[in-house]
Structure formats: structure tokens, C-alpha cells
């Protein structure tokens, strides 16, 4: 009569941390390369996204964050930077899912133009 297979629980949880571990460094590999590719696509020669550099991006941050119920208004040096991004390339980051992680809410970033300047407006 055979045994039933006894798969060790040590070697199971093992084998758990190895999956969990892999699949956690896929996601980050492919959570990278989207955005390196996405910035390369939309990089004019600089560290920039849409035509703003990190620093512009960092000016607006608070204005868009996530957990506060009502954001201050947007600086003034985040609507200068405003002024000369490619705003329909946000656009494709209007529904991104991994913008929470990062502390930013899509829909208060959407509104930015608006609230800098009411006569701009972003189509999508």
C-alpha cells in the first residue's frame, strides 16, 4: 500500500516566501520599466514627465495629495510649471492605479490646471 505524499510545512512556507518574493520583484520590475518607459516616451531631454522636472512635479504634490480632505491651492511655482507641461500627456495618467501608492489623487490632479488658471481645462 502506498503512503500518501507528506510534504513538509517547513518546506511549504518556504516555498511560499520564494513565490511571494519573486512575484513581488516582477511587480516592481514591471512597475519600473512602465514608468521608465512612459517618462522616456514623454522626456524632453531631461529628467522631466510631461514636460514638468521632478522639482515642478514636487511643487504641485501637495495640492494633489491623497488623505487630506480639503488640499491647499496650488503655489504659484507649481502653475508656472503648469503653464508649459504637456497636459494632455497627464492624461494618460488620469486613471492609474499605482498613483495612490505614490500619495497622489488623479482627480485632484486633473483639476490642477483649472484651479491655477479657470479658463484651462484638460480634455481627455
Not at 512602465?34 to 510631461?50: F, I, P, R, Y
Request: glycine share 6%; proline share 6%; net charge neutral.
Amino acid at each position: 500500500m502506498e503512503r500518501p505524499l507528506n510534504l513538509n510545512s517547513n518546506f511549504l512556507m518556504e516555498a511560499s516566501r520564494i513565490a511571494s518574493r519573486a512575484l513581488i520583484v516582477a511587480l516592481v520590475v514591471i512597475v519600473s520599466a512602465a514608468v521608465s518607459a512612459t517618462a522616456k516616451a514623454n522626456d524632453e531631454g531631461g529628467s522631466s514627465l510631461c514636460g514638468m522636472s521632478q522639482d515642478e512635479l514636487l511643487e504641485c504634490k501637495s495640492a494633489v495629495a491623497t488623505g487630506s480632505a480639503a488640499p491647499p491651492p496650488p503655489s504659484g511655482a507649481c502653475c508656472a510649471a503648469l503653464g508649459h507641461a504637456n497636459l494632455t500627456c497627464f492624461c494618460s495618467f488620469k486613471n492609474n492605479k499605482y498613483l495612490p501608492m505614490f500619495g497622489i489623487n488623479s482627480t485632484r490632479a486633473m483639476e490642477l490646471p483649472s484651479k491655477c488658471d479657470p479658463n484651462q481645462t484638460v480634455h481627455c
